[in-house]
């Protein structure tokens, strides 16, 4: 089974400020990796797919990136509307969520 | 696209449940589709897949007691979830796929508890 590793669990960071979350692989999927984005009480939304790919709608400040099995999603500059969980997913070989990151306002 | 989850409910341990999941504004019959669970305050957990041509992949925590299906003529995705165990208390969302989940339901919780 392939394991993924997201850090970091939870993040302050001002109003802004540049932002990355990482999620590393146990094995090479290429750049079958998804991140999603879960306002509180609300379902997940999917926000970048095919690790790069911005989901239409998703505002253009959110992009992903990856090397080898190192995965990132940035946030260029972090709005009050920005304050979610967010998840990565493998779909390389079933699928397999991050553990989440809780980010909040500093 | 909309996805709308029913039939959740409190059941006791060992129990039996089946959550539905109905579907409009694609055409459900050529997608693959998921189910995913969130147990209160924790993280996202898949659970189930199923394709356009009803091939099936389970997580290990629940094969042997889950069963994913799917009716195209009703375009309704279902779980059956037998053998309920506390752990699996959880908000069961459903999804569809386009290169892993994309659009999801609102979720149904789901509680075993006696």
Known sequence: ?106 | VQLVESGGGLVQPGKSLKVSCSASGFTFSSYGMHWIRQAPGKGLDWVAYISSSSGTVYADAVKGRFTISRDNGKNTLYLQLNSLKSEDTAIYYCASDYGGPDYWGQGVMVTVSS
Not at chain 1, 6 to 13: G, Y
Not at chain 1, 53 to 79: A, D, H, N, V
């Open chain 1, 1 to 106: 089974d392939i394991q993924v590793t997201q850090s970091p669990s939870s993040l302050l960071a001002s109003l802004g400020e540049r932002v990355t979350i990482t999620c590393q692989t146990s094995q090479s999927i290429t750049n079958n990796l998804n991140w999603y984005q879960q306002k509180p009480g609300q379902a997940p939304m999917l926000l970048i797919y095919y690790a790069t790919s911005l989901q239409t709608g998703m505002p253009s400040r959110f992009s992903g990136q990856y090397s080898g099995r190192s995965f990132t999603l940035t946030i260029t500059s972090l709005e009050p509307e920005d304050i979610a969980n967010y998840f990565c997913l493998q779909h390389y070989s079933a699928f397999t969520f991050g553990s989440g990151t809780k980010l909040e306002i500093k």
